[in-house]
């Protein structure tokens, strides 16, 4: 009998270690990928700032306790933007019925921080936006339909941005901006029993990327940022969706102490993956009409900073204008030039699809059709599913 359970007990501790072979394996990979990232890194050109813009740096799409199913305090979130190094917040409170989340929410300079009070606001015709700044009305106007919710707000001089595309249905209405890349929707699509394990090997040394390992190019939403551009201007950014909120935790009582607590988006670390970078003419003042005025005109990349601070980065033409900007088409051929500030490989997109290709740090490419032109940069790391940076694009009409 004992002698039963002792082969039972065996070959239960076999199936243990053999079912975590593969994370033990992901975690060497991933201290792999560490070590090549600071390889590339140490390879970093700093690029003389070669134009007239100066790079600002920030989050869009961020939540507090304010807007509800959030659990973030002002203070948590102040702390988080200051030691990320960040320029700008962009708040996105949920709307309420009783109050006006947006005069609540943070608004001005906080700890050399500039915050926008921006709310997220669902539409009649089942669409949802980012509203910047937000407004006293907007949990009424939820009312509306989105081309009247559009026109009003616009004319009230806000920006409005598509969050969730995947779920947007007027594709025709007339936003500012689209949220090709979510890091709540992309967290939403880790496999949970894949991930725990990885956690539990990783998450001490690695956690900050082993999340971006999770990191896919969104295909799908790309596509349709394609399709719209081919027509229109529309600016490119990613969301945070951030409320530091998603965690795990064993033991805990009724006052809310956590004996093992894992909390996996804490504002701090959510602030460090991936950033929109705006650029705003180096004469002109930086606060919240400059910035929201550039990232209007599409002045904005947005960039894996945890993998390689993207900062210097350009795309432009050989004429000094750059993303966001329309060309005529008579002024073709245009020269179009791409700066990096690591050796990546440069792809040109032009309405979606790729036209060519090089690798370094500088890129020349010239276009002599018509199009929406952008471009993506992939470091030498072939585990990532994510470009290092996508830029806005530049309009060739
Ligand atoms: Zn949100």
Not at 42 to 57: G, I, N, P, V
Not at 63 to 70: A, E, I, M, P, Q
Not at 209 to 231: G, H, I, Q
Not at 257 to 264: D, E, G, Q, S
Request: no cysteine; proline share 3%.
């Amino acid at each position: 009998m004992k002698r039963k359970l002792k082969k039972v007990l065996i070959l239960l501790f076999l199936i243990v270690l053999l079912s975590q072979t593969p994370f033990i394996y992901r975690r060497y990979e991933l201290a792999k990928l560490s070590e090549e990232i600071a390889r590339i890194n140490s390879q970093r050109k700093e690029l003389e700032a070669q134009d007239r813009y100066a790079d600002y740096k920030g989050i869009i799409h961020v939540h507090t306790n304010l807007g509800g199913h959030s659990t973030g305090h002002f203070e948590e979130l102040i702390k988080a933007a200051q030691n990320s190094e960040l320029d700008f917040v962009i708040m996105t409170e949920h709307t309420a019925e009783f109050f006006d989340t947006s005069s609540l929410t943070l608004r001005g300079k906080y700890l050399g921080v500039l915050f926008v009070n921006g709310q997220e606001v669902d539409t009649a015709s089942g669409d949802r936006f980012l509203m910047i700044p937000g407004h006293a009305d907007s949990f009424m106007d939820s009312k509306l339909e989105t081309a009247d919710f559009i026109r009003k707000y616009k004319s009230l001089g806000r920006l409005i941005f598509v969050t969730y595309p995947e779920r947007l249905k007027s594709k025709e209405a007339d936003f500012d901006g689209f949220e090709f890349f979510s890091l709540n929707t992309n967290a939403r699509r880790i496999n949970p029993g894949l991930f725990i394990f990885d956690a539990v090997w990783s998450w001490r040394s690695y956690s900050e990327l082993l999340l971006t390992k999770y990191f896919a190019r969104p295909d799908d939403s790309l596509r349709l940022y394609d399709e719209l551009t081919a027509k229109r201007k529309v600016t490119l950014f990613a969301g945070s969706d951030a409320h530091s909120n998603i965690g795990f935790f064993l033991l805990g009582d009724d006052a809310g102490n956590k004996v093992f607590y894992l909390k996996l988006d804490p504002y701090e670390r959510v602030f460090r993956l991936i950033r929109n970078h705006v650029l705003v003419e180096k004469d002109k003042v930086f606060n919240e009409e400059t910035l929201l005025e550039a990232i209007k005109r599409g002045r904005l990349f947005v960039g894996v900073d945890l993998w390689g601070d993207t900062r210097g980065f350009r795309f432009m033409t050989e004429n000094g204008q750059t993303m966001g900007d329309e060309i005529e088409e008579t002024e073709m051929p245009v020269r179009l030039k791409v700066l990096s500030p690591l050796p990546a490989k440069i792809v040109l997109l032009r309405n979606g699809e790729k036209v060519s290709e090089s690798y370094g740090t500088e890129a020349v490419f010239d276009v002599s059709e018509k199009g929406a032109y952008r471009a993506e940069l992939y470091l030498d790391l072939p585990t990532l599913r994510m470009p290092w940076i996508i830029s806005n694009p530049i309009y060739v009409r």
